[in-house]
């Protein structure tokens, strides 16, 4: 008989210690570093294979064996996941490479409108099981709105820090979802702080990327639908925009976890992290050859999601994307803008700045020939641009009645 999870325990992330996953936990207790959810594989090797999934719901939860709910009743969902994977050929013609082979993983299509939304219905759903009542995090934005959704859909409290100037969309998905909404002065460091201060006195769990082991858990199911999507096996490049970077620590894991399933072969993409101008900590540490990030002073840029100047995950976000032979790179809001606008009017696929910026750092690398045409790769579209339409100023003439255009 399979199990519904096959998960046995928590990791240190930094020295491989122990932990327990039946309590509920934060960072490591040895480190303070992040948890890495760990599984019986060889187990699921013998009881799980992947001709199962063709019956299972396009959600993320499809892949229940390797996620850490115990049971389905466990389970909050918003029918996050199983995103579509669109072949963009008129943008390769755009760019003038013609024979580029694009596709762009489009996570604007997930509830609450972004990627966030992985991440949130595992950590919710795993805090509920684990006897959380009340939910907090800071947050850009999108992790907001998508907590608060979840922790509704949950029926759990929830409180969000988030600096003053977030977009319009967050505070509203979040006000009406019922959460309540603090706006700090600062950066979306300051409102951690804010919640690591409170958190304690006010009996609320902290859900702030990495601060908890389930997030990257939700996030790595974009590695396994890749693989799965492309009939089990992996493009030679991902283009990811990193904050946090959950993402990029989720989806190498997830390769791991199916290579030990014997889904997937030895083959790893390139794993490339884009960043802003203004904020690129893990580009310039990654580019110093150092192992961990400096945080970034006066971080600025309007890729909100990309305003992260110190990322607890560093270590494991450059290990990764050194061990995949990737790279990092940074762009500018211009050119996010510009990506934005591209990928929307060449494909119809509308990105925020933040799921614009892999495609503003793929014409940089076809350019500069750190990436071929031939090369497959896919573009992370972390979130629709329908959360930030005041980066986009649209204009059109007004038609009086009897005029014509
Ligand atoms: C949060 C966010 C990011 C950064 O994601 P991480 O996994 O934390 O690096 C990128 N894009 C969007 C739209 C986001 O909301
Ligand atoms: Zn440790």
Redesign the pocket.
């Known amino acids: 008989m399979s199990a519904f999870s096959y998960l046995t325990h928590l990791e240190c992330s930094r020295c491989g210690q122990t932990h327990e996953a039946e309590a509920l936990q934060t960072v490591s207790a040895c480190c303070g570093k992040p948890l890495l959810a760990r599984y019986d594989l060889e187990r699921a090797r013998r009881e799980w294979n992947r001709e199962a999934l063709a019956q299972r719901p396009a959600t993320m939860w499809r892949y229940h064996e390797l996620l850490p709910a115990r049971q389905e009743a466990e389970i909050v969902s918003l029918g996050e996941g199983m995103t579509p994977l669109l072949a963009c050929q008129q943008l390769g013609q755009a760019l003038e490479w013609p024979s580029a082979r694009v596709l762009v993983k489009d996570e604007g299509q997930n509830p609450t409108g972004?990627?966030?939304a992985r991440g949130m219905s595992a950590a919710v759903s795993r805090a509920r099981a684990l006897g959380v009542k009340a939910l907090a995090t800071p947050s850009?934005?999108?992790?907001a709105a998508a907590m608060a959704a979840y922790a509704a859909r949950a029926r759990l409290p929830a409180v969000v820090f988030m600096p003053e100037d977030a977009p319009e969309s967050a505070m509203v998905q979040v006000a009406v979802s019922g959460a309540k909404l603090y706006l700090v002065k600062g950066l979306i460091n300051d409102a951690g702080a804010m919640v690591a201060a409170l958190k304690e006195e006010r009996g609320w769990f902290d859900v702030a990327?990495l601060k908890e082991p389930y997030r990257a858990e939700g996030?790595k199911t974009m590695g396994f639908e890749l693989a799965e999507q492309l009939g089990w096996r992996l493009p030679d490049a991902i283009l990811y925009?990193?904050?946090?970077?959950?993402?990029?620590v989720g989806m190498w894991k997830a390769f791991e976890e199916l290579e030990a399933l014997g889904w997937i072969g030895p083959q790893r993409p390139r794993m490339i992290i884009v960043q802003a101008e203004g904020c690129a900590p893990l580009v310039q540490a990654f580019h110093a050859g150092s192992e961990t990030a400096e945080p970034w002073q006066d971080a600025h840029t309007l890729a909100g999601?990309?305003r992260?100047p110190a990322a607890i995950g560093d270590f494991l976000i450059l290990r990764a994307v050194r061990a995949s032979g990737g790279t990092a790179v940074m762009v500018s809001d211009a050119e996010m803008l510009a990506a934005a606008k591209l990928l929307a009017a060449t494909e119809g696929i509308f990105a925020?700045l933040?799921?614009a910026a892999p495609l503003a750092a793929y014409r940089k690398l076809l350019a500069d020939g750190a990436l071929k045409p031939e090369d497959e790769v896919v573009l992370f579209n972390?979130?629709s641009g329908l959360l930030s339409l005041d980066q986009f100023p649209a204009q059109a003439p007004v038609l009086r009645p009897g005029e014509r255009p």
Do not use: C, Q, Y
């Open positions: 972004s990627f966030k850009a934005g999108n992790a990327t996030k925009p990193a904050g946090g970077g959950t993402g990029i999601g990309l992260v925020g933040e799921g972390t979130g």
